[in-house]
């Protein structure tokens, strides 16, 4: 049986970090390129970041770019998030998810396999 279980998420500051992290199991993760996705309070689902599945090619929305980092270990099949300079924004849910297809620029549009999320309040 397929998993993914994210965990990491909780409440934070303006400015703070958080790192929320992704274990898989029921499939063999290190063949696979992962993303990152998001859904905010009333709003649909949007694409964070992805990783290919050797973890030396990597992509992210502009609205995280160059605060966002992702990574995975494939010898512990965990993929990882580390998001710093947290804006009120970036709260949402956080899902880490396989993708299945692409668009023209690169950017996921559907995926296979999805873990249950993690919940990401960035407040005062």
């Known amino acids: 049986e397929v998993q993914l279980v994210e965990s990491g998420g909780g409440l934070v500051q303006p400015g703070g970090s958080l790192r929320l992290s992704c274990a898989a199991s029921?499939?063999?993760?290190?063949?696979?390129?992962m993303s990152w996705v998001r859904q905010a309070p009333g709003k649909g689902r949007e694409w964070v970041s992805y990783?290919?599945?050797?973890?030396?090619?990597?992509k992210y929305a502009d609205s995280v770019k160059g605060r966002f980092t992702i990574s995975r270990d494939n010898a512990k099949n965990t993929l990882y998030l580390q998001m710093n300079s947290l804006k009120p924004e970036d709260t949402a849910v956080y899902f880490c998810?396989?993708?299945?297809?692409?668009?023209?620029?690169?950017?996921?549009?559907?995926?296979?396999?999805w873990g249950q999320g993690t919940q990401v309040t960035v407040s005062s």
């Open positions: 990783i290919n599945a050797d973890g030396d090619y990597t």
């Open positions: 029921g499939f063999t993760f290190r063949t696979y390129g």
């Open positions: 998810a396989q993708p299945t297809h692409w668009d023209a620029f690169g950017r996921p549009t559907s995926y296979g396999f």
